[in-house]
């Protein structure tokens, strides 16, 4: 018979095999699409229990035809804070499980199945609190696996709805939260005191200078103004060129010598001393002939003349509103209160390009801030080139899927499974040259950069770049290369949790290959900053939270104490690697700094005291706890001879929320921080400006602070000067983190550069805090009518912070206020969004409908929405 009459003859039973064959196998589907799945979180309660305890609970809804069953998925994630999952409960289908750091992921129980157009909802329970949206998880992806458990496919969830956070409970740390909620009404009441004032009342400079002698009369620039510059200064009369042909358009041209007539610009340099300091000082003229000149005791000193005239320079100007410039006559004599002003940035945790850490060189230039403080290494990420140490940044530069024991990093704050994905931030470095670029830039700005590479503790990307380094290696048959760098003891069997909740970040500081990695970095780092004729004297090595139990049960470590008779407790080998640390530091001809965990040892309780033994000065502490038992912390080390800088959080740590609105970003550890908590500060006594604990309650001074230990007179020459600091954990992007930067810097620069301000020394709390409203008014009202305007522009624009006005409404009445006074208040009544062109609010007003609000500057920029009821 011919296949032709065979196919015929049978043709229905082959229909129906092949009928069976599409149903078992072609409707089959492998995976899902990353759109096919939709999931939706929502933060239930932080008020349901006494104690600090949230409940939260995903929806996970399945829209494709790809079965969901006990075996063939997972759904990873990442959250803060890490670690304190109380439950997921056991009765749920699928549970909650910690990794490690805040990686965590949701597993099926027995006997799961999710079909097509089916939803489960898995709930859990955290021994935290969590008030904003930027706490939701962040990341999400399914992994798929086999029959036989293998991973076979990974997909990020597009389909991902927080859902907002409008009610009590979800709002509020706890039921007793002694902070109110940030509603129209509270921000109203909150910025009662405040009043606009005249142009002629706002600050001329921030930071403020020490001495300024204006007359009131104002003179009108040519429209060419040659620029003069004394030999050693065309760095700046270059850079003064730019600057003014960028924000006028017009040009100016550089000249070395000696001006002579009218209407130009000199440069040049003079001894004087002011503010106890010949360093960095500067003498700024405007004569009524057209005549500009700075001079500086140094360098630095006219760069910073340079800073105060671009201050100087009208609003109008600068938006490109007019093209006269019209400048008060006016002499300005300048110096800086202390000698290091710095900034943190954090790249580790999520990272930013050179564009951006160019952008943030040029506003900290603007205010004067002369130290970055660049946070290169963390559990996170390993963010700069090091010749011959490849496997840091090719390992430590990206996060991805992984398994906790690969030597490989895994998903971290959002950055998702797959490396460099679009809108994520966890993979990037620097190369050696864009480093050296970096530095060779900052220098041009008189800006110091100190690198912070972090050991003993946060340093997983460290650990597992080289644990990657010896699996090479040791495939290749060489142990000797294998070890010269690694980081563990592998034997090690210590049992701990990091404060960020990671559980392996901790070098083996009993192993000499630790100290060899050490060297390999340093070496490092001094020849690109040798190459980019950069200054290089001083290195942060971290040195804080190394969790109690490192080192605990490995067996290097048992043996480097049996050589140690003078440390007793296992932590204590800290005070061990940072006395090696510092001499390997002082070879290469660099000081040391390190935060404050580095200055203290474990006593026989387990508490942390000063360690005498580096008090004379081999290590400059960096102090940022200033609550609970670390409120005079700082003032016991400078008092035993330390050199100090002031970090503290409740004041300067600027990634932290400006107030407890969940739309607004920011974490919460230490309180919430606005501008004035970084302009509001005591430097000498801080107690005076200390005025609320970290949960919001307020401090009655004279009580809390009687047995505090003060600074002595002889130890304020310890004080080195404050640091602010932006961390990167919430951070996603180059505009989030000038948010959280501006308008905090300015804040911060006032209380870093300018002199010791009234308020600061007056003893009698009602009259102290009276002149501090007294000068914030005029601080806030420079922000809104000047700094504001300005930010809107120059070095490309910054997406500054602008803050939403206060509302009530009592009897169809409205009235509104702004925390900055000055800026424009646009509202609507028809529940449309405000916008320029809306209805300016001018007084209190008649209103019916629904009311809404914004805050507009100068330039057009404004805040968020307030809806008052």
Partial sequence: MSFKKLLLKYRYGFLTVFFCWFLVTGCRVSVPGSGDVSVSWELLSNTYSDRAQARAEFIIENNSRFTFTDRNWAMYYSQRPARRLISSEGTLPAVVNWINGDWFKIEPQAG????????????????????????APMGLYFVFYDDDGNEKEIITVDNYEVKPFVRPEQMMRH?????????????????????????????RVIPSPVRIEADGVTVELPESMPIYYQDGLIGEAEYLGEMLESLTGRTFSVVQGDGEGTGFIQLGKTDFSLNDTNEEGYRLQIHPDSRIVINGNDNAGVFYGIQSLKALMPVDVILG???????ETLTIEDAPRFPYRGLLVDVARNFQDTATMKKIIDIMAFYKINTLHFYLTDDEGWRVEIRNLPELTEVGGQRQHTTIDAPALHP???SGPFPYAEGTFGSGYYTQEEFIELLRYAKERHIKVI????LPAHARAAIKSMEARYERFMELGDEEAANEFRLIDPDDESEFT?????????VNVARESVYNFYGKVLDGLVEMYREADAPFNMLHTGGDEVAVGAWAKSPMAADLLEQLPDIDDPHNLQAYYSARAISMLQERGLKVGGWEEVAQIRDENGAFVPNPEFAGGDIITYIWRNQGDARDLAYRLANMGYPVILCHRSNFYFDLAYNNHPEDPGHYSAGFINTRDAWQYATYNIYLTTLRTRRGHPIDIETEFRDMERLQPEAKENIMGLQAQVWSESVRGPGMIEYYLLPRLAGFAESAWSAERSFETIEDRSEREADMQFNWNIFANTLAQKELPRLSVIY???NYRIPKPGAVIENNILKANIKYPGLDIRYTTDGSEPTIDSEKYTGPVEVTGPVMLKAFDRSGRHGQTAKPE
């Fill in 112 to 135: 799961f199945e999710l079909g097509n157009g089916e939803k489960v909802t898995v709930t859990y329970e955290v021994s935290a609190w969590w008030i904003k949206e930027v706490d």
């Fill in 175 to 203: 039921r007793n939260d002694p902070i109110p909620l940030n509603t129209p009404e509270f921000r109203y009441n909150e910025s009662s005191d405040l009043v606009q004032l005249d142009p002629a009342e706002l600050l």
């Fill in 321 to 327: 509103e007019s093209d006269v410039i019209r400048l």
């Fill in 412 to 414: 971290s704050y959002g």
């Fill in 451 to 454: 690198p912070s590479i972090n």
């Fill in 498 to 506: 990091s404060a960020q909740s990671y559980t392996d970040n901790v």
């Fill in 796 to 798: 490309g624009g910054f």
